[in-house]
């Protein structure tokens, strides 16, 4: 997965790569995933959304945030998260599992995405953005 953790002190800081805005912005979706949920799987359920915001930095959180929202409120283990960015929105596609206790023990709670350091640059790779999860 294109992604990596970095060392922070308090909460977890992940780097994510994409050689498109789709692909950061659906790797950085999984990969909070990956740090909330450690098995995760498609069974069933799906949600979809459109978002717009200002800029790429505020329209990242708030497509995470959503994401956040989502699996939090109605109880949704995302496993396969899909995003189209054009312009300023993202379109994403998100599919799943129903929270279960026995099946999802592990991972870490994330109360929210900060905005500190969060900052989309274009390399010669692609793209690369620092996420800090407050956990």
Not at 69 to 78: A, G, T
Not at 82 to 92: F, I, K, L, S
């Amino acid at each position: 997965m294109p992604h990596t953790e970095l060392e922070h002190t308090a909460d977890i800081l992940i780097r994510v790569w994409g050689q498109t805005l789709d692909e950061l912005f659906s790797d950085a979706a999984t990969a909070m995933a990956a740090v909330m949920f450690e098995h995760r799987r498609c069974a069933g359920v799906e949600k979809t959304f459109s978002l717009t915001a200002d800029d790429p930095e505020s329209l990242l959180h708030d497509f995470l945030s959503e994401l956040l929202f989502l699996s939090e409120v109605e109880s949704i283990v995302f496993s396969d998260i899909r995003a189209r960015v054009e312009g300023n929105t993202v379109h994403c596609t998100a599919r799943g599992e129903p929270f279960s206790p026995e099946r999802h023990r592990g991972g870490t709670e994330i109360k929210g995405i900060s905005y500190s350091g969060l900052r989309i640059i274009n390399t010669d790779k692609g793209y690369q953005v620092d996420i800090l999860f407050d956990v």
